[in-house]
């Protein structure tokens, strides 16, 4: 089987974010005053091919862990659809 | 003594580490192919600056899963001897957990390239022994990822082990805000591991070694490194 790993990496809470502040920064000059905070974390896609749900989440929980997301600065969150 | 110079894909700076050492410290020096897997017998391994594997996903995160890094890292964690990350070199110890913390895209995010002064913090380390503590040297950064980060318990070891290796100052020396072109953490710009036989830093040294490219500052840490071994 086929599935679709959605997993979005973000920095960790406290952590300086200048790409975010830039961006907000940018939105309040565009008239968005409204505008609070900016995070900028990143979206990946990994296409997998596993037995079942359960075992495609343990090999992507392991590429988070290994490559995907730094522990050092960053936390991780991932879906999993069959595709 | 032996000298090991590691060629990722994207390395840029690695002709400029092989060139000082050989024709500045005058020393035996070899590139080593990233692909490789076992290290021959080296005294200091320098992972030079540049932009491994494109920088992608974050700077150093692929290239620590190079053939050669498992051997550096045993290299590294037994003592055979000196691994010096320079840059991206640093960026790749971090990410390989050679080294503590991480290093972010610089506050202002903009890519900065310019001479900066250091402080010498520790001068008890292979890496710095002609130094004296406290002296200002004058060395050029080129990063748009040198911000340091880690958090305060790592902070907090790293000042308690003297890990702290060089820090951003002015020219008189002084460590403020000013002086601190990234935004790192307590203004670091080089540290090292606990046994003290793995510097990284985000500045050049081997960019600043010889007269003809303006600068000599870069000769304290080579000799030092040429010294200790």
């Known amino acids: ?83 | 003594m032996r000298f090991g110079v590691v060629t990722f894909p994207g390395s840029n700076c690695d002709y400029d580490c092989y060139n000082v050492v050989k024709r500045v410290l005058k020393e035996p020096v070899d590139f080593i192919w990233h692909a490789e897997t076992k290290l021959d017998h080296f005294d200091c391994i320098i992972l030079p600056g540049g932009f491994s594997y494109g920088d992608y996903l974050r700077t150093g995160a692929i290239a620590h899963f190079a053939n050669i890094m498992g051997d550096i890292k045993e290299f590294a964690q037994k003592g055979r001897g000196l691994v010096i990350g320079i840059c991206n070199g640093f960026q790749i110890l971090t990410e390989a957990g050679l080294l503590p913390g991480a290093l972010q895209r610089n506050k202002s995010l903009k890519f900065i390239c310019k001479n900066v002064h250091l402080r010498c913090e520790n001068n008890k380390t292979p890496f710095t022994a002609k130094m004296k503590k406290g002296q200002v040297v004058r060395i050029p950064v080129a990063h748009g990822e040198g911000n340091y980060t880690a958090d305060k318990a790592t902070l907090a070891e790293l000042k308690k082990n003297k890990q702290i290796i060089f820090t951003y100052c002015d020219e008189k020396g002084r460590v403020t805000d000013e002086a601190n072109p990234n935004g790192s953490m307590l203004n670091i710009a080089g540290i090292c591991n606990k046994k003290h036989n793995v510097l990284g830093m985000m500045p050049h040294p081997e960019r600043c070694s010889e007269v003809i490219l303006g600068g000599i500052d870069g000769k304290f840490i080579l000799d030092s490194i040429k010294k200790g071994l």
């Open chain 1, 1 to 83: 089987m086929k599935f679709n790993a959605k997993v979005t990496v973000r920095l960790k809470k406290g952590l300086l974010d200048p790409q975010g502040t830039a961006i907000g920064g940018a939105l309040k000059s565009l008239g968005y005053s409204q505008v609070k905070e900016v995070k900028v974390g990143k979206f990946i896609e990994v296409i997998i091919d596993a037995k079942n749900k359960a075992e495609a989440g343990k090999k992507v929980e392991e590429m988070c862990k290994k490559l995907l997301a730094n522990p050092v600065i960053e936390v991780y969150s991932y879906e999993i659809e069959e595709v």
